[in-house]
């Protein structure tokens, strides 16, 4: 037993101990009466009796004073548990309520497609204008992998086993300028083809916010009817 759970059992020992020291001296007193209004001093025992429960009641009032305490204490603790459940419930609702209103928790059209299509493929669309080294051209890519994995992991599993069975097939390919590369993706979105552009934070040579790689992930022949016009990077 912890020493707080042992705290709060004090006010019942003391009130169960101020019980029984009432008890017991009004019993005693009552036995003294009897002796002394035989022998003629009921005066002297009924003081005794008086000082005994006296001695009683002030247990008893130790023993309330303890229970009021620990009674409020435990009120506190009780209602402290009781706003941290209702805000972590809180939150938790606004979470879900979030996530249900902008269609996270819904699967995507490609994992139907996995039991359908046994060829699938990532196609990632690099922007040639933006005249990237080739260490710079890796990181993005890599960024772009993994910003449509994250994005599809729990949305299309089946989709992303098909494309481990393949390999993980990735193609790279290039286009022109910011504009075709945000014509793709609109292009993809018709299609229900999910699609991760990553943007660079402009640390090094390339302008903040600038749109590098597009990362699509699907069927070989759905990806295609998207990016199977581009030349190879």
């Not at 429960?53 to 209602?79: E, H, K, M, N, V």
Request: glycine content about 10%.
């Amino acid at each position: 037993m912890g020493s707080g759970s042992g705290f709060f059992l004090l006010p019942v020992l003391f009130r169960e101990e101020g019980s029984r020291m009432i008890k017991s001296g009004k019993q005693k007193n009552i036995r003294r009466s009897l002796e002394r209004k035989r022998k003629g001093g009921s005066f002297c025992v009924m003081g005794q009796g008086k000082i005994a429960q006296d001695g009683t009641s002030q247990f008893l009032a130790l023993g309330a004073g303890f229970f009021a305490l620990g009674y409020i204490l435990g009120r506190q603790r009780a209602a402290g548990r009781c706003n941290q459940c209702f805000a972590d419930s809180g939150a938790a609702a606004t979470s879900k309520k979030r996530c249900s209103q902008d269609g996270k928790n819904e699967p995507l059209f490609i994992d139907r497609l996995a039991e359908l299509h046994s060829d699938f493929k990532m196609v990632l669309v690099v922007r040639n204008d933006l005249k990237m080294g080739k260490g710079k051209l890796a990181s993005q890519c890599s960024h772009a992998t993994v910003g449509l994995y994250k994005k599809i992991c729990n949305r299309a599993p089946k989709a992303l086993q098909r494309w481990e069975t393949c390999g993980q097939a990735k193609v790279v390919t290039k286009v022109e300028s910011e504009a075709e590369l945000l014509s793709l993706q609109r292009q993809a979105r018709r299609l229900k083809v999910p699609s991760h552009i990553t943007t660079d934070a402009g640390l090094t040579h390339l302008n903040p916010n600038s749109r590098t790689v597009m990362a699509l992930l699907g069927p070989a022949d759905l990806v295609d009817q998207v990016t199977g016009r581009l030349k190879l990077c």
